[in-house]
């Protein structure tokens, strides 16, 4: 296990997807992995606190063997070995985005053996991030056929800059061990999950999911933005959601909106948006519905922050899917997962589509 995959941390957009994606799949193919230029590309290079709370978990949860997680490190030598389940707890200490810890940490917890718990205490409606609610409404629903259980509870609400939100993630697997080969992470996930997403359908349903901080009760905040979101919905011609409106206690001031569709080829897209100090209610669920319709209308079969969780499973276990557009952020996590898992990827920039060849290789 000396032998380190080296991965230029400045490459591409150079953000902290790299370090993401590479502790995921170093983690589940147990390749050690040295990342060096972190973030180098960013006004404060080096990692940030959120990667250092995965690092920081994954310590104890994979036994790994770490250097370099400091915070402003620009080099981590990552070695993982044994995924052992229990009860985990990490603290942010800050409004660090819990969404974007559980982009590495939630589909990682689907292949620990048992049951694991991990409780988080950060930041779960933050810029910079989907919001939790997208979490467990989009890319939760994506995931939840691979366990026998799984469950993302959110015990409160951490809005910036204080954070304090405390989020818990209980997985059950069927596992008695951890899989050994691609073969059988493979057949792992494929059973379970069709990353197959080549077509869109008829919208079935749409979802409003509205959130404000209880100091903002009186002013009617949370049922603002829900309408908000729902005149903008039938002047671009969906039908009527199904509206769920939420007042909670946070030690920051905050609120956020979550709007999701699903669709009859069983594509579930999502979109946010924060609320801010001087900014209307209703136009925080406007403008999120209208980056909704930007993905719907590309015929995309996930939305934008979608594509970049879904690439890591996709790498392991195959599939196909449309993309609203080719960010620099997806490029980058097809260019990581190459690293580990060679040429895999197919890239039609012109339509859209990505699609995994997974027969073509084995580790």
């Not at 080096?46 to 036994?63: D, E, F, P, S, T």
């Not at 409780?119 to 939840?144: A, C, E, M, N, Q």
Request: proline share 4%; with cysteine.
């Amino acid at each position: 296990m000396g032998e380190f995959l080296e991965i230029d941390g400045s490459y591409g957009e150079g953000g902290g997807q790299i370090v993401r994606t590479a502790l995921f799949l170093s983690t589940i193919l147990k390749i050690p992995v040295k990342i060096y230029n972190i973030r180098a590309k960013r006004d404060k290079p080096g990692l940030k606190r959120q990667h250092l709370n995965i690092v920081k978990l994954l310590k104890r949860l994979a036994k790994a063997k770490v250097k370099g997680d400091e915070l402003g490190s620009t080099e981590l030598e990552y070695i993982p070995r044994k995924l052992r389940p229990g009860y985990y707890e990490v603290n942010f200490d800050t409004a660090g985005s819990i969404p974007l810890f559980f982009q590495t940490i939630l589909p990682l917890s689907l292949f620990v053996p048992g049951e694991t718990v991990i409780r988080v205490i950060g930041g779960t409606d933050v810029p910079k991030s989907p919001t939790i609610d997208w979490v467990r409404f989009v890319f939760l629903s994506h995931l939840y056929k691979i366990p026998e259980f799984i469950r993302l509870e959110i015990l409160k609400r951490g809005f910036y800059p204080a954070g304090g939100g405390i989020v818990q993630l209980t997985v059950k697997t069927p596992l008695k061990e951890e899989l050994k080969s691609i073969d059988e992470i493979r057949e792992y996930i494929g059973e379970k999950v069709n990353l197959n997403k080549s077509a869109t359908g008829e919208i079935k349903k749409i979802h409003v999911f509205s959130v404000a901080h209880e100091e903002l009760r009186e002013r009617k905040v949370a049922e603002r933005q829900a309408k908000g979101a729902e005149e903008a919905l039938k002047e671009l011609g969906y039908p009527k959601p199904e509206v769920y409106r939420q007042y909670t206690n946070a030690n920051s001031i905050g609120t956020s909106i979550t709007v999701w569709l699903e669709d009859s080829e069983g594509n579930i897209l999502g979109a946010d948006n924060l609320g801010k100090k001087g900014k209307l209610a209703e136009i925080v669920g406007t403008e999120a519905v209208k980056k909704l319709h930007e993905d719907r209308l590309s015929r995309a079969t996930v939305d934008r922050h979608l594509a970049d969780h879904l690439i890591p499973l996709m790498a392991l276990s195959g599939g196909t899917i449309k993309v609203p557009s080719f960010t620099g952020h997806i490029l980058t996590n097809l260019w990581v997962c190459e690293l580990f898992l060679g040429k895999i990827f197919e890239v039609n920039k012109k339509d859209r589509i990505i699609r995994a060849k997974i027969d073509e290789y084995s580790l």
